[in-house]
């Protein structure tokens, strides 16, 4: 088996689980992360083995007098490389572009990036297919992941006729001590739709949807209150069928008593996922209603470090990989991590 060598620009709270998560992988090795200063993130990738790098060559000596070793530049790393997967800040990410042309280099940004960076946005359940053969892409965000998982499995089933989405998003990351809001809903935006709507229409073109997002003083996943109109007769069981036989969603039983981001968190930790990671989108199944025949409604929680994850390995494989379908990447990525959707 040929393994593809992967670099993560940018080890912070995407990087550092993508790192992990390729390691898991038999067809695949981190030859490199990158890092601008020293933090106990850097030790911990030092840790770990993953050979550590730097934006700025300069810094070198800050790294090293506190213990931390240095590979190189970003620039050296990007060319031990087959593949980059540039985790960087939003914004950031854009000004990479020029190095991974420079070297010939594929790579795959995220989210926080605009679709036009690489002209193609990836999500598994949806156009593994379009990514073979692709130079650049993009992994959607979090929220529009969750979207396009559960959206692609109705439309599949019935044909989707409209999608009206509210996005209750997380303040911050856990480990993000410096951002909010403390005390208040903010609507973000205010004015509508938000970007998740267009942004699935990246993946999913015909789709008709509307979006609209509010943050909340919370750390852990984004909650999603979804409708859509069926083209055809909803059948509820149908639907709960294709979400159990779904590898990316979970279905969270009544019996569990889970009705909270809170409550799925300590039922990640008890399950022994690393650092409590829900990769799979997460449907609350007595929130699972079809109203007058056509109106399908739900509850689905994402959890915003965890999901994009196993989509980046997907995308990996399809752009640097043997020729696999969606389904087979699919299982190889979750069985080397040990993930199967709760
Ligand atoms: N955190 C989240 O919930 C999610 C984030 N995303 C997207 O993933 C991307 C990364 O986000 P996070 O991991 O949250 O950010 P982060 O801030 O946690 O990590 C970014 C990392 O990049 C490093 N970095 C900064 N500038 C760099 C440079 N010039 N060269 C190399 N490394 C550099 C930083 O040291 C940091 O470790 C963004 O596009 C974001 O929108 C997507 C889904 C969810
Ligand atoms: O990609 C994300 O959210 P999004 O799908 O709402 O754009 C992540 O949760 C990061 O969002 P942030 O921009 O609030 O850090």
């Known amino acids: 088996m040929v ?83 540039d985790a960087t800040p939003g914004g950031i990410g854009a ?37 073979k053969g692709k130079k650049f892409a993009r992994v959607v965000s979090c929220n529009t992941t969750g979207l396009c998982r559960i ?25 993000d ?7 208040a809903i903010v609507l973000n935006p205010v004015t509508i739709p938000s970007h998740h709507g267009p942004d699935l229409q990246t993946v999913l073109p015909e789709i008709n949807i509307v979006t609209t997002a509010l943050v909340v003083p919370t ?23 294709m979400i159990k036989d779904h590898p990316r969603i979970g279905l969270i039983k009544g019996f569990t008593g889970i009705k909270s981001t809170a409550e799925l968190k300590e039922y990640a930790s008890d399950l022994g996922r690393p650092r409590s990671d829900l990769w799979e989108s997460c449907v609350f199944e007595d929130s699972v209603s079809i109203v007058e025949g056509k109106e399908l409604y739900l509850f689905q929680a994402i959890h915003q470090e965890a999901d994009v994850v196993v989509e980046n390995v997907d995308c990996i494989r399809a752009m640097a990989g043997e020729n696999i379908t969606a389904a087979e990447s699919i299982a190889l990525t979750d069985r080397s991590m040990n993930f199967e959707a709760i």
């Open 3 to 85: 393994m593809i060598k992967v670099a993560v620009n940018g080890y912070g709270t995407i990087g550092k689980r993508v790192a992990d998560a390729v390691s898991a992988q038999p067809d695949m090795e981190i030859v490199g992360v990158s890092k601008t200063k020293p933090s106990a993130e850097a030790l911990i990738a030092g840790k770990k083995g993953y050979p550590l790098y730097i934006a700025d060559i300069s810094k070198k000596a800050d790294f090293e007098k506190n213990g931390i070793p240095v590979a190189g530049s970003v620039e050296e790393m990007v060319q031990t490389a087959d593949i980059v997967v």
């Open 95 to 131: 000004k990479n572009r020029q190095l991974y042309e420079k070297y010939g280099k594929m790579a795959i940004w995220q989210g926080g990036e605009d679709h036009d960076i690489a002209g193609f946005s990836f999500s598994s359940s949806c156009n593994f297919d379009e990514a």
């Open 151 to 175: 959206i692609k499995l109705a439309d599949d089933a019935f044909g989707v006729e409209k999608v009206r989405a509210t996005m209750v998003r997380r303040g911050a990351d856990p480990g």
């Open 177 to 183: 001590a410096k951002r909010g809001p403390v005390d």
């Open 219 to 241: 750390t852990f996943m984004h909650m999603h209150i979804l409708q859509m109109d069926l083209k055809e007769t909803g059948d509820r069981d149908k639907i709960l069928e």
